[in-house]
């Protein structure tokens, strides 16, 4: 009795089935994780979470599932849907949701930097908050040096903050309000479309509205974008060129050694 050789054998097989997931989740990693990363890298970003929003990282979430499916060689045959699915379902992903991100990103930056800031949706959100923050502090600051003998005030170095009611405020404007103390925590700025008076750092303090430096600062985050968006063009023309040239015949290899028996002579 005499086996063929091992190398059309059973062990063959499962060996060569290994090669295949590694090599598929090698590629995975190769083309997909880097997006991932400029994503994130753009999406940490004070100015890109407030006017890009959070809604777009929701699709990411397909990226790990798209990620389990090279494991699935383990327990069924390579297939060339199984190797294109687990790369264009994260590809399409990152793009629509990096080109959602660039979309708000040079709209915001487009509005901020000109005179119908006031009057948009996108800064309608921080006016309003801002609005209702000057007119909290106005009343404390009033409050408080009614109250008060002298100059002793410390409303005027605490900031709106310290103001009675600022908690309830914060409960029903809580995004626009952190945005508006983190430009004033970055930038010599005050009030968002207009010149105001600073609330948070240095409050009462007159400066230059700070939405031409919020505007400066998507620059950034926008230049980013675009290079993702290219990237991810030039991952899928490589995911194509891979699918219909590479990918069959490997498959079609793998395929029919698995089929091969060890018959005995």
Known sequence: MKFVEESSGPRASQRLQRHFL??????FGLLIWPAVAI?????????????????????????????ALPFLHVCIRPQTWL??????????????????????????????????????????????ALVSADTLYETCRGAVRSSSTGHNSSLEVTGVKECPGFDQLASEQAAALHFLESLEMRYPCAGFCKDGRRLFEEPGRWAPACAP??????????????????????????????QFT????????????????????
């Open 83 to 128: 190797v294109a699915g687990s790369l264009w379902i994260p590809i399409v992903a990152i793009w629509v949701a990096a080109f959602t991100y660039w979309l708000r990103f040079w709209l915001s930056i487009h509005v901020l930097s000109s005179s119908s800031c006031g009057e948009s949706s996108i800064s309608g959100g921080l006016e309003q």
């Open 22 to 27: 590694v090599g598929h989740a090698a590629l």
């Open 246 to 265: 590479f990918v069959p015949p490997l498959v079609q290899r793998v395929e029919d050694t698995l089929l091969q028996r060890a018959p005995m002579v």
């Open 39 to 67: 994503f994130f890298a753009v999406a940490r970003g004070e100015d890109a979470r407030y006017f890009g929003g959070y809604i777009q990282l929701a699709l990411l979430l397909l990226v790990p599932l798209a990620c």
């Open 213 to 242: 430096m919020a505007a400066s600062a998507l620059q950034a985050p926008l230049r980013m974008t675009s290079a993702l968006l290219v990237y991810v063009l030039l991952a899928a023309a490589c995911v194509a060129t891979i």
